[in-house]
C-alpha cells in the first residue's frame, strides 16, 4: 500500500495492522527528514523534562497522578518526560504522508504504548513507593498471589471487582416482576406495576445481547425500568440466555424470531393490539430489524412507537474496534469462532477494555498486582464484568452489518424472505446519543434519512455506559434534544441544550404515544401465558 495513496480509495481502508507497520516503514525513505526533525525535537524535550527546565503543563486531575507525590521533583520531571513524548508522538504520526485509516490504527498503537508506559505504572509511583514501605514489601507478594490465581482462572484482565460482591435479584435487578415466556432463546419478564392505572400500550424493552438486561434495572436509584414505571408504562423485557456452543447458528433471524414472540406475547398480555418498542444499543440494531420486518410483511401497525438508545442506525463506526479488523484479522476471528462455536465474554470484555486502557486496564493492574489494593465495590463494574457470549453466527451478522451497511438501501437485506426498507417505516422514533461515546459515537446514532417518520433526538452529556445510568436527580446531567428535520449539523443549530436527565424527556414521550390510561393490571401473565416465576428469572444467572 503506498504511503501517498488516496485515502478515500476503497484498498486504502482495507489490510490490518502490520499493512500500516508496513506503510509506516514506507515513510523512512520517503521523508527522511521529518523523522530526522521530529526524533531531534523529542531528544529535546526529553532533555528539558529531565533537567527539570520544562515548562510543559500537567494535569493533576488525572486519577493517575492525583496524589500530592506527583508534585515531588523526580517524579514530576518523569511525568513531564512522558507528556513531551506524547505530545511529539502525536505531532510525528500527524506529518507522516500516509491514509487516515493507516494512521488511526498507529495512533491507536500509539494509545497502547504511551498507557501503558504512564509513569503511573512506573516504580516511580508515589502510591506505589509509600504503600511498599508501609507494608515492607508484603503489597509485592500479594500482588504475585493475586496474579497466579489470576492465571489459573485463565483472566485476560484484572478482575473490575469480586465476583461475590453483588448477587442479582437481590442487590441487582430487584425490580417486582414475573417471567410470562420462557423461550429457548429468552425470558419475557413482565413488571410489577407501581402505579395505579397504566397507559394502554405497553412498552417491549430489547436490551443487547451481549451483556446482561440489568443495566437498565441497576438499583432502585439507578433504574430505567423502574422510572418507566412510575410513569404509568406497562413494563416488559427481554432476558437473553447466555448462548452455547449447540447455539452457534443463532444469527439475525432467529434474534428477530425471538423479538416477534416477544411481541406477541406482550400485546396479549398487555391486552392491546399495539406496543412501544426500545432497543439497547445492539439490542437496538435487533430491533431496527425486528421493526423493518414488519413493515415488510404489513404488521407495521403493531407498532405505535419505537425508541432506540446509543443504537449505530450508522454503522460505519471510527472507532478502533472496527478500525484495527482488517481482512485478515477478520478471517482469524471468524475461524476462531466457529471452532469454540461463539465470542467468549472473556474475548468480548477484553476487547471493548483496551479501547481505553488507561481507564479499564492498567490502574486495575496496578492496584491488584502492585499496591495490594481491595478492589472497588461498584454495582456497574459488577455489570460490566458480568457479560456473556455471543454466538458466532451473530457476529458473523454484525460484521456484514458493519462492513456493507445493507440497511442504508432498501432491500439490500433480506430477511426471513423480506427485504427490508428501513425508510419506509413511518412509526414516530425517539433517538439517544452519548457525546463522550467511544464505543458508538452519538452522531452513528443520528437517524438522519435512514429511518422512516417523525423523529427526536436527544445527546446525552457522559459516555457510553454512563448515558444509560442517568436518573432525574443525576447531579450534573446535560442533555441536547430536538426533533430531526435534516442532518446532524442542521440538528445541532436547532437544537436546544439543558441541564437534567433524558429520562424524564424519553418517559414523556413515550407517554404520549402510549395510549389511554387504564387501571394496574391486579395480576400479572394471563390464562395464555401464567406467570412461571419471579423476575429477575433463571437465564441472568446462566454461565
Known amino acids: 500500500m503506498p504511503a501517498t495513496q488516496d485515502p478515500a480509495s476503497p484498498s486504502a481502508s482495507s ?19 521529518h523523522h530526522v526533525r521530529r526524533t531531534l525535537r523529542l531528544g529535546g524535550r526529553l532533555l528539558e523534562a529531565l533537567a527539570g527546565n520544562s515548562s510543559q503543563a500537567v494535569d493533576y486531575a488525572d486519577q493517575r497522578f492525583s496524589d500530592p507525590g506527583w508534585q515531588r521533583p523526580m517524579q514530576q520531571r518523569l511525568l513531564k518526560a512522558w507528556l513531551s513524548w506524547q505530545q511529539e508522538n502525536s505531532r510525528w504520526l500527524e506529518g507522516l504522508r500516509i491514509n487516515e485509516v493507516d494512521r488511526s490504527r498507529l495512533a491507536w498503537l500509539g494509545m497502547q504504548l504511551e498507557a501503558s508506559l504512564a509513569p503511573s505504572n512506573s516504580p516511580l509511583n508515589p502510591v506505589f513507593l509509600r504503600q511498599l514501605q508501609r507494608s515492607r514489601g508484603r503489597n509485592l507478594a500479594a500482588g504475585v498471589q493475586h496474579l497466579a490465581a489470576d492465571l489459573a482462572l485463565e483472566r485476560p484482565l484484572a478482575p473490575l471487582i469480586e465476583d461475590n460482591d453483588y448477587l442479582v435479584g437481590r442487590d441487582l435487578a430487584c425490580s417486582a416482576g414475573q417471567v410470562v415466556l420462557r423461550d429457548p432463546m429468552f425470558e419475557l419478564i ?56 449447540e447455539h452457534c447458528e443463532w444469527g439475525f433471524s432467529h434474534y428477530v424470531r425471538a423479538c416477534d414472540r416477544a411481541l406477541q406475547t406482550t400485546c396479549s398480555v398487555g391486552g392491546s393490539p399495539q406496543a412501544s418498542l426500545l432497543g439497547v444499543c445492539a439490542g437496538g440494531l435487533l430491533g431496527l430489524l425486528f421493526q423493518g420486518l414488519l413493515q415488510a410483511r404489513g404488521d407495521s401497525a403493531k407498532l405505535c412507537s419505537v425508541s432506540y438508545l446509543v443504537t449505530p442506525i450508522d454503522p460505519h463506526l471510527e472507532t478502533p474496534l472496527l478500525r484495527l479488523s482488517g481482512p485478515a484479522t477478520q478471517q482469524r476471528l471468524r475461524s476462531r469462532l466457529w471452532q469454540q462455536g461463539y465470542l467468549s465474554a472473556r474475548q468480548l470484555a477484553a476487547s471493548f477494555a483496551w479501547l481505553r486502557p488507561e481507564q479499564f486496564v492498567w490502574p486495575q493492574a496496578l492496584a491488584r498486582y502492585a499496591l495490594d489494593q481491595p478492589l472497588a465495590k461498584r454495582d456497574i463494574l459488577y455489570w460490566s464484568q458480568d457479560s456473556t457470549r455471543l454466538p458466532a453466527r451473530l457476529v458473523e451478522d454484525l460484521l456484514d452489518l458493519f462492513q456493507r451497511d445493507p440497511l442504508s438501501r432498501p432491500g439490500h437485506l433480506c430477511l426471513l424472505g423480506h427485504p427490508i426498507d428501513l425508510q419506509s417505516c413511518s412509526q414516530p422514533s425517539w433517538h ?26 436527544v445527546q446525552s452529556h457522559s459516555g457510553h455506559i454512563q448515558s444509560l445510568i442517568n436518573p432525574p436527580d443525576y447531579p450534573g446531567a446535560v442533555m441536547r ?19 437534567g436527565s433524558w429520562w424524564p424527556h424519553w418517559s414523556s414521550w413515550l407517554q404520549s404515544h402510549s395510549g389511554a390510561m387504564q387501571p394496574a393490571p ?17 437465564y441472568v444467572h446462566d454461565c
Open 15 to 33: 489490510g490490518d495492522l502490520a499493512d500500516s507497520l508496513l506503510a509506516l516503514l514506507r515513510t523512512l525513505p520517503a521523508q527522511p527528514c
Open 190 to 245: 413482565q413488571y410489577q406495576p407501581t402505579s395505579p392505572q397504566v397507559h394502554q400500550h405497553p412498552l417491549l424493552v430489547i436490551p443487547p445481547p451481549l451483556n446482561r438486561f440489568y443495566l437498565l434495572d441497576l438499583n432502585p436509584q439507578q433504574s430505567l425500568v423502574r422510572h418507566a414505571l412510575d410513569q404509568g408504562l406497562q413494563v416488559f423485557l427481554i432476558s437473553w440466555r447466555n448462548p452455547l456452543a
Open 432 to 457: 439517544l446519543g452519548a457525546r463522550r461515546d467511544h464505543i458508538v459515537p452519538w452522531n452513528n446514532c443520528f437517524p438522519g434519512g435512514r429511518l422512516g417518520g417523525d423523529a427526536v433526538f
Open 481 to 499: 434534544s430536538g426533533p430531526v428535520t435534516g442532518d446532524v449539523t442542521s440538528w445541532l443549530a436547532d437544537s436546544v441544550e439543558q441541564g
Open 522 to 538: 391486579e395480576h400479572l401473565g394471563n390464562l395464555d401465558y401464567p406467570p412461571l416465576g419471579a423476575a429477575p428469572g433463571r
